[in-house]
Structures are given as structure tokens and as C-alpha cells.
């Protein structure tokens, strides 16, 4: 069975630092893979997703994530962190064929240090 | 207005009793799925429904059923509520085409005393 793992509950960094949120997936034929996004009191929302049209997505808010084949990994990052981008991020892996069902990573708050 | 919309945003309720929980959307999509979120451990999908006629148990059914009133309905219902059914509920549809991200609703957040 497919499953998602998110290296790190919580993450701190400070404003205008790195930001990097680990994601694997354990899946023997890559999957469609998302970011999502949820604010304090909200829903998730779509950061970005790779579809294997290319390995380097960008999505919204400067984030970006790589998909690397050979690490099963797919890594958020985004070069300089704002107050704004502290949330619980998701990470989550789609089946390509049959069903598509979709997993969950357990999330990751980041918070960012003034 | 919103895409997806989840009513009530907030219940508390009593052990024992039946409480149902709404989704609507406006999106236009075949499929429509509900989640319960619990600290540590993600979200985890309840039942996921691709039409009206069409509904699947997810990974952690028991306890719960559903209902699709119509393509933009899907509600959830807890027939007799326990404490550990205490968690923040979503709703989520998608357009079922390969890929496709999932839009989510607000969530319900539900308490069971």
C-alpha cells in the first residue's frame, strides 16, 4: 500500500531563511504527488503537484518542490521564509491507475521566527 | 462564495446521539470524499463518492455512514456519536480526471462529550 512520510512535525525557521519540508513516498511506480497548504481555521489548499510533465514544480507563494525518482522523494522548499508561510503543510500521493486514491502525509507545522 | 461549503463549522454533542454533517459544492465535480483530521495523524479518508450512485467505504468507515442527495451533495452522518469520533471533519471534491488535485471545505469541527 502506498505511504506518505513527512520527516519532522514541527519545523522552526527564522524569517528569510531556508525553508525545506521533507516528503517520501513509498510506491513502485511514481505517483501524481501534491502540497498542500492549511491555514489556522481553514481547509487545505493546492500549493503545487507534479503530474511527471516536469520534475521541478512551482507553485504559489515562491514555493517549490523536486521530484526525484530515485530518492522517492518530493521535498517543498522555498529560498526565504515569511511570517505568512507558517501553517501545516501536507503532503500527499495520488495512485495513477485504478482508483487514484490519495494519501496523506501527517503534516508539517512550520513556524517561522520573526 | 465558496466552492465547497461544510455546515455546521462547529457541533458539540452528547454520546449516543445522531448527527449528520453537510457538504455542498459548486464546482461541478463527479467526485466528493470525506476526511476526519486528527492531530499526528493526517487525514484520513471516511468515504469517497465518484456520482450519486456510486459510494466506497474509505480506511476508516465504522461508526459512520453517507449519503449523495445529488452530484453536489454529500453528507455524513454519525449515528451514535462516541468520544473518539472528537475531530475536524473535511469535505473534498475533485473532478475525477487523472492528477487532479482535491478542493477541500472549511471542516466542521466536532466535539463528542
Known amino acids: 500500500a502506498q505511504s506518505v512520510t513527512q520527516l519532522g512535525s514541527h519545523v522552526s525557521v527564522s524569517e528569510g531563511a531556508l525553508v525545506l519540508l521533507r516528503c517520501n513516498y513509498s510506491?513502485?511506480?511514481?505517483?501524481?504527488l501534491f502540497w498542500y497548504v492549511q491555514y489556522p481555521n481553514q481547509g487545505l489548499q493546492l500549493l503545487l503537484k507534479?503530474?511527471?510533465?516536469?520534475?521541478l514544480v512551482k507553485g504559489i507563494n515562491g514555493f517549490e518542490a523536486e521530484f526525484k525518482k530515485s530518492e522517492t522523494s518530493f521535498h517543498l522548499t522555498k529560498p526565504s521564509a515569511h511570517m505568512s508561510d507558517a501553517a501545516e503543510y501536507f503532503c500527499?500521493?495520488?495512485?495513477?491507475?485504478?482508483?487514484?486514491?490519495?494519501?496523506f502525509g501527517i503534516g508539517t507545522k512550520l513556524q517561522v521566527i520573526p | 462564495d465558496a466552492d465547497v461549503t461544510q455546515t455546521p463549522r462547529n457541533r458539540i454533542t452528547k454520546t449516543g446521539k445522531r448527527i449528520m454533517l453537510e457538504c455542498s459544492q459548486t464546482?461541478?465535480?463527479?467526485?466528493m470524499y470525506w476526511y476526519r483530521q486528527d492531530p499526528g495523524l493526517g487525514l484520513r479518508l471516511i468515504y469517497y463518492?465518484?456520482?450519486?450512485?456510486?459510494?466506497n467505504k474509505g480506511e476508516i468507515s465504522d461508526g459512520y455512514s453517507v449519503s449523495r442527495q445529488a452530484q453536489a451533495k454529500f453528507s455524513l452522518s454519525l449515528e451514535s456519536a462516541i468520544p473518539n469520533q472528537t475531530a475536524l471533519y473535511f469535505c473534498?471534491?475533485?473532478?475525477?480526471?487523472?492528477?487532479?488535485?482535491?478542493?477541500f471545505g472549511p471542516g466542521t469541527r466536532l466535539l463528542v462529550l
Open positions: 473534498a471534491t475533485s473532478d475525477g480526471a487523472g492528477g487532479r488535485a482535491q478542493y
Open positions: 510506491s513502485s511506480v511514481p505517483p501524481y
Open positions: 507534479y503530474t511527471s510533465a516536469a520534475t
Open positions: 500527499a500521493a495520488m495512485n495513477s491507475g485504478g482508483y487514484q486514491k490519495v494519501t
Open positions: 464546482k461541478g465535480h463527479d467526485r
Open positions: 463518492s465518484f456520482d450519486v450512485k456510486d459510494i
